[in-house]
């Protein structure tokens, strides 16, 4: 069974976007490197663009890392473009993922709930 071109371009720019802003936001004073997550990488059909989803810990109280992230966007391309060989480098476009914190959510009202004691287990 043959994997699809596009998912391993997908993987692969995942991977190496995640690198890349590790080394980029390194010069950031009061950004949390691990606060921040590359969960997803869409790419067009045609490789010329590519929605990279993160998920921030902590997004409601610093609304603007994402709209900092987007600010070095074009330096990440250029890593991408030195680092790995495609016939285009795709113009990226930062989006916000809120699955892990939604999960997060869920767990922590899990954990709260008030389970009441069985009463046949008592007698």
């Known amino acids: 069974m043959a994997v ?3 998912d391993r ?3 692969l720019l995942l991977r190496e976007i995640a690198d890349d802003l590790f080394r980029v936001l390194q010069t950031e004073p009061d950004v949390d490197i691990a606060g921040i997550t590359v969960t997803k990488v869409e790419c067009a059909p045609n490789l010329r663009s590519a929605d990279v989803w993160v998920s921030i810990m902590d ?5 603007t890392w994402l709209r900092r992230l987007s600010k070095h ?3 990440i391309q250029a890593l ?4 790995m060989t495609l016939h285009y480098t795709p113009k990226l476009r930062f989006r916000l993922d809120t699955g892990i914190a939604k999960g ?4 922590d009202i899990l954990n709260h709930l008030e389970i009441p004691e069985d009463t046949e287990a008592e007698s």
Do not use: C, F, G
């Open 4 to 6: 699809n071109r596009l």
């Open 9 to 11: 371009v997908n993987a």
């Open 59 to 63: 997004a409601e109280q610093h609304p």
């Open 73 to 75: 966007a074009k330096d």
């Open 80 to 83: 991408i473009n030195r680092n």
């Open 104 to 107: 997060d959510r869920v767990l």
